[in-house]
Protein backbone atom coordinates (compact mmCIF):
# COMPACT_ATOMS: atom_id res chain seq x y z
CA UNK A 1 0.00 0.00 0.00
CA UNK A 2 0.81 3.58 -0.36
CA UNK A 3 -0.18 4.18 2.99
CA UNK A 4 -2.08 7.17 2.25
CA UNK A 5 -3.14 8.77 5.59
CA UNK A 6 -6.37 11.54 5.76
CA UNK A 7 -6.84 14.22 8.75
CA UNK A 8 -9.08 15.02 9.98
CA UNK A 9 -11.35 11.57 9.23
CA UNK A 10 -14.67 14.01 10.36
CA UNK A 11 -15.48 17.44 10.32
CA UNK A 12 -18.53 19.05 10.34
CA UNK A 13 -18.49 22.75 9.89
CA UNK A 14 -20.79 25.79 8.93
CA UNK A 15 -21.22 27.07 6.10
CA UNK A 16 -19.01 29.93 4.75
CA UNK A 17 -15.70 28.90 6.62
CA UNK A 18 -12.69 27.83 5.38
CA UNK A 19 -12.08 24.54 5.96
CA UNK A 20 -8.77 22.51 4.80
CA UNK A 21 -8.39 18.24 4.69
CA UNK A 22 -5.00 17.06 4.03
CA UNK A 23 -3.48 14.36 3.03
CA UNK A 24 -0.21 12.67 3.45
CA UNK A 25 1.66 9.84 1.88
CA UNK A 26 4.85 7.58 2.37
CA UNK A 27 5.53 5.48 -0.37
CA UNK A 28 7.02 8.55 -2.31
CA UNK A 29 4.55 8.28 -5.13
CA UNK A 30 4.79 11.21 -7.83
CA UNK A 31 0.87 11.53 -8.22
CA UNK A 32 -1.48 12.82 -5.66
CA UNK A 33 -5.06 12.95 -6.08
CA UNK A 34 -7.84 14.26 -4.29
CA UNK A 35 -11.74 12.65 -5.06
CA UNK A 36 -15.02 13.36 -3.82
CA UNK A 37 -17.67 10.70 -3.42
CA UNK A 38 -21.70 10.98 -3.30
CA UNK A 39 -24.35 8.40 -3.32
CA UNK A 40 -25.05 6.80 -6.62
CA UNK A 41 -22.59 8.77 -8.31
CA UNK A 42 -18.98 6.83 -7.61
CA UNK A 43 -15.97 9.34 -7.38
CA UNK A 44 -15.43 12.19 -8.97
CA UNK A 45 -12.07 13.71 -9.65
CA UNK A 46 -11.41 17.70 -7.80
CA UNK A 47 -7.59 17.80 -8.52
CA UNK A 48 -4.50 16.11 -8.83
CA UNK A 49 -0.69 16.75 -9.27
CA UNK A 50 1.91 14.83 -10.59
CA UNK A 51 4.94 16.31 -8.66
CA UNK A 52 5.02 19.65 -6.61
CA UNK A 53 5.00 22.63 -9.53
CA UNK A 54 2.44 20.14 -11.16
CA UNK A 55 -1.42 20.70 -10.51
CA UNK A 56 -4.21 20.10 -12.92
CA UNK A 57 -7.92 20.41 -12.31
CA UNK A 58 -10.71 17.85 -12.07
CA UNK A 59 -14.28 17.43 -13.19
CA UNK A 60 -15.74 19.30 -10.29
CA UNK A 61 -12.74 21.46 -9.07
CA UNK A 62 -15.29 25.00 -8.35
CA UNK A 63 -15.11 26.06 -5.30
CA UNK A 64 -12.44 23.71 -3.94
CA UNK A 65 -8.23 24.70 -4.49
CA UNK A 66 -5.08 22.55 -3.43
CA UNK A 67 -1.39 22.73 -2.37
CA UNK A 68 1.24 20.33 -2.97
CA UNK A 69 3.39 21.36 -0.21
CA UNK A 70 6.12 18.64 -0.72
CA UNK A 71 5.80 14.92 -2.53
CA UNK A 72 4.71 13.75 0.31
CA UNK A 73 1.59 16.47 0.84
CA UNK A 74 -1.16 17.29 -0.25
CA UNK A 75 -4.14 19.17 0.56
CA UNK A 76 -7.48 20.21 -0.12
CA UNK A 77 -9.29 23.76 0.50
CA UNK A 78 -12.74 24.86 0.56
CA UNK A 79 -12.64 28.34 0.96
CA UNK A 80 -15.82 29.31 1.72
CA UNK A 81 -17.86 26.21 2.50
CA UNK A 82 -21.58 25.53 1.35
CA UNK A 83 -23.82 22.57 2.19
CA UNK A 84 -23.71 20.59 -1.71
CA UNK A 85 -20.07 19.78 -0.51
CA UNK A 86 -21.03 17.70 2.09
CA UNK A 87 -19.75 14.07 0.71
CA UNK A 88 -16.62 11.57 1.58
CA UNK A 89 -13.55 13.07 0.62
CA UNK A 90 -10.83 10.86 -0.86
CA UNK A 91 -7.21 11.60 -1.09
CA UNK A 92 -5.27 9.06 -3.26
CA UNK A 93 -1.26 8.37 -4.62
CA UNK A 94 0.63 6.21 -6.73
CA UNK A 95 2.20 5.39 -9.86
CA UNK A 96 4.50 2.84 -10.89
CA UNK A 97 3.65 -0.53 -11.91
CA UNK A 98 0.56 -0.84 -13.13
CA UNK A 99 0.08 2.50 -12.57
CA UNK A 100 -1.83 1.84 -9.43
CA UNK A 101 -3.15 3.94 -7.15
CA UNK A 102 -4.02 3.60 -3.46
CA UNK A 103 -6.83 5.42 -1.11
CA UNK A 104 -6.89 6.93 2.16
CA UNK A 105 -9.73 5.82 4.87
CA UNK A 106 -10.96 8.86 3.77
CA UNK A 107 -12.69 12.42 5.02
CA UNK A 108 -16.45 12.68 5.97
CA UNK A 109 -17.30 16.65 5.61
CA UNK A 110 -20.36 17.63 6.84
CA UNK A 111 -20.94 21.59 6.18
CA UNK A 112 -24.18 22.88 7.69
CA UNK B 1 -15.33 12.41 -22.46
CA UNK B 2 -14.20 9.47 -20.40
CA UNK B 3 -17.23 7.11 -19.17
CA UNK B 4 -17.59 4.48 -16.91
CA UNK B 5 -20.90 2.32 -16.68
CA UNK B 6 -21.75 0.17 -14.29
CA UNK B 7 -24.87 -1.89 -13.20
CA UNK B 8 -25.90 -0.33 -9.72
CA UNK B 9 -26.59 -3.97 -8.03
CA UNK B 10 -26.21 -8.05 -7.68
CA UNK B 11 -27.39 -10.20 -5.33
CA UNK B 12 -25.87 -13.66 -5.17
CA UNK B 13 -26.25 -16.52 -3.37
CA UNK B 14 -23.13 -17.50 -0.93
CA UNK B 15 -21.36 -20.60 -2.77
CA UNK B 16 -22.24 -18.98 -6.19
CA UNK B 17 -19.97 -16.73 -8.84
CA UNK B 18 -20.41 -13.09 -8.97
CA UNK B 19 -19.93 -11.52 -12.06
CA UNK B 20 -19.95 -7.81 -12.50
CA UNK B 21 -19.36 -6.00 -15.93
CA UNK B 22 -18.33 -2.55 -16.67
CA UNK B 23 -17.81 -0.34 -19.65
CA UNK B 24 -15.72 2.38 -20.86
CA UNK B 25 -15.56 4.82 -23.93
CA UNK B 26 -12.44 5.68 -23.75
CA UNK B 27 -10.50 3.86 -26.20
CA UNK B 28 -7.11 5.19 -25.19
CA UNK B 29 -7.54 3.42 -21.99
CA UNK B 30 -4.56 1.82 -20.88
CA UNK B 31 -5.27 0.49 -18.23
CA UNK B 32 -7.94 -0.94 -15.99
CA UNK B 33 -9.21 -1.33 -12.07
CA UNK B 34 -11.69 -3.15 -9.62
CA UNK B 35 -11.70 -1.44 -6.56
CA UNK B 36 -13.77 -2.70 -3.33
CA UNK B 37 -15.15 -0.63 -0.80
CA UNK B 38 -16.80 -1.93 2.32
CA UNK B 39 -19.27 -0.28 4.39
CA UNK B 40 -17.52 2.64 6.13
CA UNK B 41 -14.41 1.90 4.54
CA UNK B 42 -11.80 3.47 1.90
CA UNK B 43 -11.10 1.92 -1.63
CA UNK B 44 -9.11 -1.00 -1.32
CA UNK B 45 -7.50 -2.15 -4.83
CA UNK B 46 -8.48 -5.22 -6.10
CA UNK B 47 -6.82 -5.81 -8.81
CA UNK B 48 -5.98 -4.27 -12.35
CA UNK B 49 -5.17 -5.11 -15.82
CA UNK B 50 -3.29 -3.93 -18.99
CA UNK B 51 -5.10 -3.33 -22.07
CA UNK B 52 -2.90 -5.32 -24.00
CA UNK B 53 -4.67 -8.76 -22.07
CA UNK B 54 -7.90 -9.85 -22.02
CA UNK B 55 -7.05 -12.35 -18.54
CA UNK B 56 -6.21 -11.87 -15.41
CA UNK B 57 -6.64 -14.22 -12.58
CA UNK B 58 -5.99 -13.92 -8.91
CA UNK B 59 -6.50 -16.69 -6.63
CA UNK B 60 -10.66 -16.33 -6.44
CA UNK B 61 -10.74 -13.25 -8.92
CA UNK B 62 -10.89 -13.59 -13.05
CA UNK B 63 -10.86 -9.90 -14.67
CA UNK B 64 -11.98 -10.13 -18.21
CA UNK B 65 -11.48 -7.89 -20.60
CA UNK B 66 -12.42 -7.05 -24.48
CA UNK B 67 -10.88 -4.49 -25.14
CA UNK B 68 -12.85 -4.48 -28.62
CA UNK B 69 -16.27 -3.81 -27.28
CA UNK B 70 -14.89 -2.04 -24.22
CA UNK B 71 -16.18 -4.46 -21.75
CA UNK B 72 -14.26 -5.30 -18.21
CA UNK B 73 -15.61 -7.83 -16.21
CA UNK B 74 -14.72 -9.00 -12.72
CA UNK B 75 -15.56 -12.80 -11.64
CA UNK B 76 -15.26 -13.65 -7.98
CA UNK B 77 -15.46 -17.26 -7.25
CA UNK B 78 -17.18 -19.03 -4.28
CA UNK B 79 -18.17 -15.68 -3.21
CA UNK B 80 -18.92 -15.39 1.02
CA UNK B 81 -20.77 -12.95 2.77
CA UNK B 82 -16.85 -11.20 3.56
CA UNK B 83 -17.30 -10.10 -0.27
CA UNK B 84 -20.19 -8.07 0.40
CA UNK B 85 -19.35 -4.62 -0.53
CA UNK B 86 -19.75 -1.91 -3.87
CA UNK B 87 -17.54 -2.58 -6.17
CA UNK B 88 -16.37 0.04 -8.75
CA UNK B 89 -14.26 -0.29 -12.15
CA UNK B 90 -11.84 2.67 -12.89
CA UNK B 91 -9.91 3.33 -16.32
CA UNK B 92 -6.81 5.08 -16.76
CA UNK B 93 -5.46 6.77 -20.28
CA UNK B 94 -1.88 6.55 -21.25
CA UNK B 95 -1.63 10.24 -21.58
CA UNK B 96 -3.95 12.01 -19.02
CA UNK B 97 -3.29 9.54 -15.50
CA UNK B 98 -6.70 10.67 -14.64
CA UNK B 99 -8.39 7.41 -12.78
CA UNK B 100 -12.23 7.29 -14.09
CA UNK B 101 -14.74 5.94 -11.68
CA UNK B 102 -17.67 4.36 -12.23
CA UNK B 103 -20.94 4.61 -10.14
CA UNK B 104 -20.25 1.29 -8.36
CA UNK B 105 -21.93 -2.19 -8.34
CA UNK B 106 -23.42 -3.22 -4.98
CA UNK B 107 -23.01 -6.56 -4.51
CA UNK B 108 -25.00 -8.36 -1.77
CA UNK B 109 -24.43 -11.69 -0.96
CA UNK B 110 -26.97 -14.12 1.04
CA UNK B 111 -26.36 -16.83 3.00
Known amino acids: DADVTQTPRNRITKTGKRIMLECSQT?????MYWYRQDPGLGLRLIYY???????NKGEISDGYSVSRQAQAKFSLSLESAIPNQTALYFC???????????FGEGSWLTVV | GEDVEQSLFLSVREGDSSVINCTYT??????LYWYKQEPGAGLQLLTY?????DMKQDQRLTVLLNKKDKHLSLRIADTQTGDSAIYFC???????????FGSGTRLLVRP
Open chain 1, 92 to 102: AAGGGIGNTIY
Open chain 1, 27 to 31: KGHDR
Open chain 1, 49 to 55: SFDVKDI
Open chain 2, 26 to 31: DSSSTY
Open chain 2, 49 to 53: IFSNM
Open chain 2, 90 to 100: AEMGDSSYKLI
